[in-house]
């Protein structure tokens, strides 16, 4: 059917109406009174929704951009880091450290396994020359559905006492607890396409005071993604470069949005649907990639042995207008992922796994009672 | 007047309201082959407008971050650069050049005055160990409304063999002749809030098989500006990275529709439009910042001598809801510059001149005939 895409996939996640019409109005001029009182307003609430005081910067990027520019301002040619590599993001911030010629040591473990913070602390414990100058980590690892244990791994980090921890917050931002200022993070990096509820274009950048010291020395080439340049500007509530004017208009209205819903309900309802679609997916017999302890709020991955994933994403599509995301790389077309990220409501998680029952019936895999996933879920909704 | 805006500056430009609507539909996947179709059109469209059978790339950043790819991914640290500089963005590309360490020698001349052809003959001609990598070039500068001589400093680059050109044709392309294929143009970096008739967010970059060759050998870090990256993933329809959906959804919109209007009837327009701007401003006796021989099809910057030029932009936009630039760093309110450029008739022309004329007045400055203004645009229009 025309025009009813569903979209349960981790990004670009669903934009509410009223988001989708502030991207309708015409842009206005970014060097303006009108622009810059927007900005303002749009900057503070960017500072609620990190729990931070300090800065945190909007680029014209991808949510990649906004990593590897939480990187390269803090960090000079053969600087030795940490990097968390559990899944398709975390490979890809080794690569980055790698390009720009870093001292990577990756830190693995399985697709689908949690990072162990021991790990880390046995590296930063050992590194007693403090040679160690950042320890980067995907927090919610889009590709798997798992979260890593930001605070465990982060109190090392604190131990160790001159390493910056930087956050590839890209999923949990917005979905999960990520009190920047509480736990110290000098770095959080995201994307507009997730928690924020508008499309994809704009990449956010916290940084700590301590993050701003380590600019100070850092020699990594930047220009366009210079954070020094961008905190200049945002200081006055403009941008160093053109920004993408009708997404910043977007941004104010789901920004308000969400200050409105509140924080703690937004975790609630993340964490509340993250646990009704794992129920359901026990109740139709269809593994869970990733365990409970370790399961993001933004995204749940199913493996589905003995069954083509591929099969159930495209029928969920043609049937239902549901999309779901598959698997990256070597899971590609062994597991589905269902994205509860953003503008979902309780909703949305019932029809999708209603409309899933259908189509594993339909693609022959009876292993569940008819209902079950949807009985499951109702249960986790109606507490 | 709410919502009367009228933008008449650089950038964003006007957008029309079948891209605005474009904006407003709901982000699809990006890993879907409905998503594929659009871009592969979009590929060929700005192929198309490029006038090139080469790569034309899209990627997620503003003009400034196009041209940046544009430059670091033929370069390594420490290569002589020659940079055009006769405006606000040629002295950017300047700056990019030094953030990463090349050797760049700034080719100069003062702002609203264009670049000197036969000052890169010298540099290029004395360069007989060919150490000179690339050549910089800003086709249109913004703040002045100059338009460089291309096609001269391009036959002296030709004539080196070995530099590649790097065109700045952010506010060029689309409102004048670029024809990237017969002139061998290298590199061509532009961005969506100008010709292309969209909001700001996104940025492309023409590469020529010579730039691909510099490539392969260019050893400046870059990951998420890594143009390799999205020259394999334009070649399946895809993007290295998560796109600005709906950016593109407008652009598909877009270059449908100059497609229709044709490349010579764009071109066609920009000159005639530029024309009866720059005899109104002579009809009302308000100095010219660019020669005829230079003016750039896109602005055309007006000196206001004995008046604040922020004065005239101010009432401009408080009687009549349009918005005119200013002049930037030290012409800031000396001059104001008239965009020209993209969704723009030649009824907004007229309308702008006519409200000059009641400003003017307005201001105090009587030193034209009333009307005078109008009736010379008539002149161009009506030929």
Known sequence: MDDKLMLMIPGPTPVPEAALLALAKHPIGHRTSEFSNMMGEVTQNLKWLHQTESDVLMLNVSGTGAVEAGMINFLSPGDRILVGSNGKFGERWVEVGQAFGLNVEAITAEWGQPLDPDKFAQKLQADTNKEIKAVIITHSETSTGVINDLVAINSHVKEHGQALIIVDAVTSLGAYNVPVDALGLDVVASGSQKGYMIPPGLGF???????????????????YLDLGKYRKATAKNTTPFTPPVNLMVALHTTLGMMKKEGLE??????????????AAMKALNLPLFAADECASPA???????????????????KRFDIALAGGQDHLSNKIFRVGHLGFVS????????????VVLLELGHENFNSGAGVAAAARVFSN
Chains 1, 2 share one sequence.
Not at 268 to 276: D, F, L
Not at 299 to 317: H, Q, Y
């Open 205 to 223: 950048v916290s940084v700590s005071p301590k993050a701003w010291e380590a600019y100070k020395t850092a020699k990594l080439p930047k220009y």
């Open 265 to 278: 309900s937004i975790f609630t309802r993340h964490e509340r649907q993250k646990n009704a679609t794992r």
């Open 299 to 317: 995204i749940t991955a199913v493996a589905t042995p003995g069954m083509e994933a591929d099969k159930i994403r495209s029928l969920m599509k």
């Open 346 to 357: 309780d909703r949305d998680i019932l029809s999708c796994i209603a409309s899933l029952e």
